[in-house]
């Protein structure tokens, strides 16, 4: 009977041991208990206060874990953005919050769709878009729905690995930021074109020998998605006097049409801005 008592005493003593060392460690030394013959005076009050501390310590999200430490078992962090990849299909030029990032396919696989509306979501949901295939285009319409873009333009996403950040402010869903293969993608060459991150296009070029009091069909290298803002010309030749001068017509997303009003034939360069 003595022997059971004793090792039952040591087992509590032991159990003692372990949550003591716990509180120390957990709250980086006692508040109040700095020694051994402390425990003896422990009142209610006092362990309530140690105990008050690992809580706040734990519950802290701003507390940094430093060292090797493991966390085993069934783990869950409250609050935890849901990344893993996910697919979604435009319909009726919507789609519906249910992940932070979402590939996103065309309606009837079409090769290229608007999406206007994002449904679902509550105030600081973060959603990143893509396309799920270069095949598959899609154009993020600004206010045409409940998103907004910073660029107030509409976006196209062309390319698998083009991208667009939004967050709900709980009415819109808000562009935070963007990642397109065609930004600053130019051809630094005499005739050529630039793509500005923030949706403008520029181009320009040197055309050759357009005939006297006449007229040439442009096509753009690269044909603006949704508007030619304005196309500019000028003679390529000092001489040429400014009384003749060249002029644009019938502009277009597409092209235009390049006047020489001189009478010889001239070089005339044009530079566009559009997006």
Request: charged content about 15%.
């Amino acid at each position: 009977m003595k022997t059971k008592i004793l090792k039952n005493v040591w087992l509590a003593l032991l159990s003692v041991s372990i949550v003591t060392s716990v509180v120390y460690w957990t709250l980086g030394g006692w508040e109040g208990v700095e020694n051994a013959a402390d425990w003896d005076s422990l009142t209610h009050t006092v362990w309530n206060s140690l105990v008050d501390g690992v809580v706040k310590k734990t519950g802290n999200i701003a507390e940094t874990i430093t060292g090797n430490k493991t966390f085993s078992g069934n783990t869950t962090l409250e609050g935890k953005v849901n990344t893993t990849q996910n697919t979604t299909t435009i319909s009726w030029g919507a789609i519906t919050y249910n992940n932070a990032y979402v590939l996103v396919d065309n309606e009837w696989w079409a090769a290229t769709d608007d999406l206007d509306n994002i449904n679902g979501g509550t105030a600081g949901d973060i959603i990143v878009l893509q396309p799920i295939t270069d095949s598959r285009d899609f154009t993020i319409k600004h206010v045409t729905g409940n998103i907004r873009t910073k660029t107030q333009t509409h976006i196209t996403l062309s390319n698998q690995n083009d991208t667009v950040t939004l967050m709900f402010d709980g009415a819109q869903w808000v562009e935070v930021s963007r990642s397109t293969q065609t930004d600053f993608l130019a051809t630094k060459t005499q005739n050529g074109y630039t793509y500005l991150p923030n949706g403008l296009i520029m181009q320009w070029w040197r055309e050759w020998v357009i005939s006297a009091n006449s007229g040439r069909s442009v096509s753009f290298p690269v044909p603006f998605p949704t508007w030619n803002f304005v196309v500019t010309s000028t003679y390529d030749n000092a001489s040429i006097s400014i009384e003749n001068p060249s002029s644009v017509s019938l502009r277009t997303t597409t092209g235009f049409t390049l006047n020489n009003g001189h009478s010889s034939s001239a070089s005339i360069m044009w530079t566009a801005i559009g997006y």
